[in-house]
């Protein structure tokens, strides 16, 4: 039997961990669970309705500054609701590029929008970014 933390999404069979590929890490669930955070429309989780920021709603606005902040704002208010415990944002960027630099955000041509988290791991000292496409 595979050991491992939580199944690894999308479920999909794995021939070293059987029916479902697992996470094998702390980082690997922690970072897991936080794009599910953010990707799940609130309403979708059951027993719990105020779950998820519900990223993929903004779709068409993403460009537009205010729109911007809200989502910044859901996404800390979720954070400190559900994983503060875990982790800890240090920004939020939004451009077209596909990557996040300390420094500077290169931007592309690209039918997306990206939406860069930086956060750390608490636990383990981690720097980590998640990127997010949003596809127009």
């Not at 021939?15 to 922690?30: E, H, M, N, S, W």
């Not at 704002?73 to 979720?78: A, G, L, M, R, Y």
């Not at 800890?88 to 290169?106: H, K, L, P, Q």
Request: glycine share 6%; no cysteine; proline share 4%.
């Amino acid at each position: 039997m595979a050991i491992g933390i939580s199944p690894a999404l999308p479920l999909s069979v794995d021939q070293v961990d059987g029916p479902y590929r697992l996470t094998k890490t702390i980082k690997q669930a922690i970072v897991q669970n936080f794009k599910n955070l953010v990707l799940t429309n609130p309403g979708e989780r059951m027993m719990d309705p105020d779950f998820g920021v519900g990223i993929r709603e903004y779709l068409f606005e993403l460009e537009n500054l205010g729109i911007q902040e809200e989502i910044s704002e859901k996404i800390n208010q979720q954070v400190n609701r559900y994983m503060s415990s875990a982790i800890r944002i240090s920004d939020i960027r939004y451009t077209r590029g596909s990557s996040y630099e300390v420094d500077a955000v290169s931007v592309a041509n690209s039918n997306a929008m990206y939406v860069h988290i930086l956060f750390e791991i608490i636990s383990l000292n981690s720097v980590n970014v998640l990127s997010l496409p949003i596809f127009n």
